[in-house]
C-alpha cells in the first residue's frame, strides 16, 4: 500500500522559512516524480514544484520561482520543499504527491498517489 505523509506546515510569520516534508512507503521511491502542489482557501489546487526521480531535473512554479525549492533524499524516500521568504498569498493547503513517470511533470492529472497535506499559514 502506498503512503505519502508531509509534515512541517505551521503558522509562520510574512518572510519566515519553513521546510515541509513528504515520507513514502510502498514505493520504488526513485522509479517516481514527485511533486508539489497547494490549495488556498476558495480557489483551485496549483502547481508547486516537480522533481524528477533521480533528483537531476526540476521544475518551480513562477509565483515561488527563486523562493521555494524541491529537493528530495532517495535513501530515505522523502521529498521537501524549502520555503523561503513566505507571504501571505502562500497560506495553502500543501500536497506532495508521486508520478508513476520519472521525469518531470506539472500536472496534476500526472501524479496518481496523492498525501492527506500540510496547513501552511503566513500572517502577522
Known amino acids: 500500500q502506498v503512503q505519502l505523509v508531509e509534515f512541517g506546515g505551521r503558522l509562520v510569520e510574512p518572510g519566515s522559512s519553513l521546510r515541509l516534508s513528504c515520507t513514502t512507503s510502498g514505493l520504488t521511491f526513485s522509479d517516481h516524480t514527485m511533486g508539489w502542489f497547494r490549495q488556498a482557501p476558495g480557489k483551485e489546487r496549483e502547481f508547486v514544484a516537480t522533481?524528477?526521480?533521480?533528483?537531476?531535473?526540476?521544475y518551480h512554479a513562477t509565483p515561488i520561482k527563486g523562493r521555494f525549492a524541491a529537493t528530495r533524499d532517495n535513501a530515505k524516500s522523502t521529498v521537501f520543499l524549502q520555503m523561503n521568504y513566505l507571504r501571505p498569498e502562500d497560506t495553502a493547503v500543501y500536497y506532495c504527491?508521486?508520478?508513476?513517470?520519472?521525469?518531470?511533470?506539472?500536472?496534476?492529472?500526472?501524479?496518481?498517489?496523492w498525501g492527506q497535506g500540510t496547513q501552511v499559514t503566513v500572517s502577522s
Open positions: 504527491a508521486a508520478s508513476d513517470s520519472r521525469y518531470i511533470e506539472i500536472r496534476s492529472e500526472e501524479y496518481h498517489y
Open positions: 522533481i524528477s526521480g533521480s533528483g537531476d531535473s526540476n
